[in-house]
């Protein structure tokens, strides 16, 4: 059994407790250990997207016990490239944290930062449903941390919103779970979509209602409407690098979507009919209009990245709802790009603020920046991708999901829709852009009766580091771009693995693992010490109760 | 016992999930609470309802309840704990932060300045 799959996992673990334990006082060790950790993540996860990249699927039994009653953690070419995606994204995010010195803010930075890509990376990786709530909950709890980084009344209040929201949301996830063990009793996935396919047609109410709750638990973290409120606010009082790491987060619900609902409640299945075409694409949809519409309504610029962020997440869950392999390749390679613009998006946000006059991020009129030019192409080229236009990988994406909803029946709605909000878009960013660094000339030439006022934060030259940061991820849309085909072909197997899941669960359940003897000569000595004694043991104790189930 | 235990889980979560939709900061943390004993005690009849029976295996006992959901449970117990510790926390900090303790949006005016 290869370690390497729960090496991802136990490495920014270890890594945080480190930083917080022994380099709590010393902000460039915190930097060393974090950037460097990261970095052997990148190449962990490299080697796990190349052990899978042919189709096999890895499994990490812990503590060597058999599946359906062990924790599993899974690596197939899912999983492998969000923890590489992850990985990528955490690297760039670090580098711009050192440059722009957010990481001195705030106290104990790092280590919660490596405790949220401790729980977005097993999130991706585990095989059992119980766990994906821990791991959750693992992200949750370092989120809530980093979203109030540096503190402010502002962040502080947001932070109550998004808290209490997410506690719901993990209440409802455990109430969705408590009835899908009741339903089945197990919580395995793999032995889940065995179980709920067997499951008698007249008794698969219960299935229904927890596959609801569950895709509702998703669409929390997805962002999808009308479960996004808490998405807007949070996102645009975040630090900027958290808030451009929390890009992937509601990835982690596109990815929960997608895992379950191919694995476990695949389409074809008789108690989750209708959920698809009849609620989630036409809520997609919705949230696509809301997002962009928000685009174009915001009035300060954190604010209207978040709201592309929500547009996105529409996007790419249209794309999932056409429920083909195509429509789930297509959604992937958006998820990749759309996780990537965002995340320089908002760096590029929080670049402007710290330039610009009292860091406003409304449209009004200031004078323009320093280094203006750069920063004004670098956003041309994110807008670019984030709304869609070609060149840039946000085209791509599009043109595969428009291709891909051209075998639903609902084609003419999703393509107009889209391409219509697509037009939004970019009047959203264009106005954005020009307001932001070309009517900054024209306050200029308003300025010319008096000296301009002397502002020292807007004429600083720009800092190299998170020109680095923000550059590395816009080349990376870019090699996306060029190497668009080969990454097409690869998620397109991606796909057509998911919606092929017999080797997933067939290698889940069928490795053979450490399993339990009741009749050993350890239970004998464990039974003299036990006081209430029966005589009459049943006749076959190992039926576990969960048969019952039923 | 079955309608003991469902009613209780009902009002338990009813009586959350009107907190919850309160205004200010410590109902709505009183309601998450409320919300997190409903879902322990659902999650703890996800395993069928076993009175004094042993949740642990050996051939002495005549019957079993179903352990694992007991397992569950004290997760769950364990992380809505310390979830609700921080819910606290960020809203002392908030409240003290701004003598405020709205928990809902105000309207985006645009003209809220530096934030960080």
Redesign the interface.
């Known amino acids: 059994m290869s370690h390497w799959i729960i090496l991802p996992i136990v490495l920014p673990a270890m890594m945080a407790a480190f930083i917080v334990l022994v380099v709590r006082h010393h902000v460039v060790l915190q930097r060393v250990f974090s950037l460097a950790g990261t970095v052997a993540l990148l190449a962990i996860a490299a080697g796990l997207v190349i052990a899978t990249w042919d189709g096999s699927i890895i499994l990490y039994q812990l503590g060597n016990w058999a599946a359906p009653f062990g924790i599993v953690l899974v690596a197939d070419r899912l999983s492998t490239l969000f923890v590489f995606l992850t990985s990528l994204l955490a690297i760039f995010v670090q580098l711009y944290a050192i440059g722009s010195k957010w990481d001195t ?1 705030g106290r104990h930075f790092y280590a919660l930062f490596q405790f949220q890509l401790m729980g977005i990376i097993g999130a991706f990786l585990t095989g059992d449903a ?1 766990n994906l709530f ?1 791991f959750f ?1 693992v992200l ?2 370092a989120s ?1 941390g980093l979203m ?1 980084h ?8 947001v ?3 998004y ?2 929201f997410n ?2 949301g ?2 409802l996830f ?2 969705a ?3 899908i ?2 339903e089945t ?1 197990t ?1 395995n996935m793999a032995d889940l979509a065995q179980r709920i396919a067997a499951a008698p047609a007249e008794h698969t109410s219960g299935i229904r209602a927890a596959s609801v709750m569950l895709l509702m638990v998703f669409a929390v973290k997805a962002a999808i409407l009308p479960l996004h409120f808490w998405l807007p ?1 949070a996102y645009a ?1 975040a ?1 900027a690098p958290v808030a451009a790491l929390f890009a992937i987060m509601t990835k982690v619900g596109a990815y929960a979507i997608i895992r379950f609902y191919t694995l476990i409640f695949p389409p074809d299945l008789e108690a989750t009919q209708g959920l698809f075409d009849t609620w989630l694409l036409p809520a997609a949809l919705l949230t696509l209009i809301l997002g962009m519409l928000g685009v174009l309504g ?3 610029l954190d ?1 209207l990245v978040a709201f592309a962020v929500i547009g996105s997440m529409g996007m790419l869950m249209a794309a999932v709802s056409v429920f083909t392999p195509q429509g789930i390749a297509a959604a992937l390679f958006y998820a990749i790009h759309s996780t990537l613009a965002t995340a320089a998006l908002f760096l590029l946000v929080d670049v402007v ?1 710290d330039r610009r006059e ?3 991020l ?1 449209f009004d009129l200031a004078p323009p920046i320093a280094g203006g030019a750069l920063v004004a192409g670098m956003f041309f080229a994110a807008a670019i991708a984030m709304a869609g236009l070609p060149p840039l990988s946000g085209f791509i994406g599009k043109l595969l999901i428009l291709d891909a909803a051209m075998a639903d029946a609902r084609m003419a709605w999703v393509w107009a829709i889209i391409l219509g909000m697509s037009l939004i878009a970019v009047i959203g960013f264009a106005r954005a852009g020009s307001t932001i660094f070309w009517r900054a000339h024209a306050s200029e030439a308003a300025y010319d009766e008096g000296p301009p006022p002397e502002d020292e934060a807007a004429l600083a030259p720009l800092p190299a580091l998170p020109m680095v940061a923000i550059g590395g991820i816009l080349a990376t849309l870019v090699a996306i771009t060029v190497f668009a085909g080969p990454l097409q072909r690869h998620l397109a197997a991606t796909a057509d693995q998911l919606f092929a899941p017999e080797p997933y669960i067939s290698t889940v359940l069928g490795t053979p693992g450490k399993e ?1 003897t ?2 050993g000569h350890a ?1 004998e000595d ?2 003299k010490d ?1 006081t ?7 006749e076959n ?1 190992e039926t576990p ?2 048969e ?2 039923h | 016992m079955e309608l003991l235990l469902a009613s209780a889980v009902g009002v338990l979560t009813a009586a959350g999930v009107y907190l919850v939709l309160r205004q200010r900061t410590f109902p709505v943390i009183v309601g998450t609470a409320f919300l997190s004993y409903a879902v322990n005690v659902f999650l703890f009849a996800s395993g069928r309802l076993a009175v004094q029976q042993p949740p642990v295996l050996n051939d002495a006992a005549a019957a079993y309840t179903d352990p694992l959901p007991q397992a569950l449970v004290l997760t769950a117990i364990v992380i809505s704990f310390g979830m609700t510790a921080v819910v606290v926390m960020v809203a002392l900090g908030a409240y003290l932060s701004s003598e405020d303790d709205h928990i809902d949006d105000r309207p985006e005016t645009g003209d809220e300045g530096a934030q960080s």
């Open positions: 803010r119980f821990v909950e949750l709890i809530y109030i540096s503190g402010g009344p502002e962040r502080f209040r932070g109550v919103q808290v209490v506690l719901l993990s209440t455990l109430f779970l408590g009835t063990y009741a009793g919580l606010s009082c630090p915001a009035r300060r604010r603020r009292r860091n406003l409304t339990i009741y009749k239970d464990h039974d036990s209430a004694r029966d005589s009459h043991g049943p104790p109760l969960e019952e189930a």
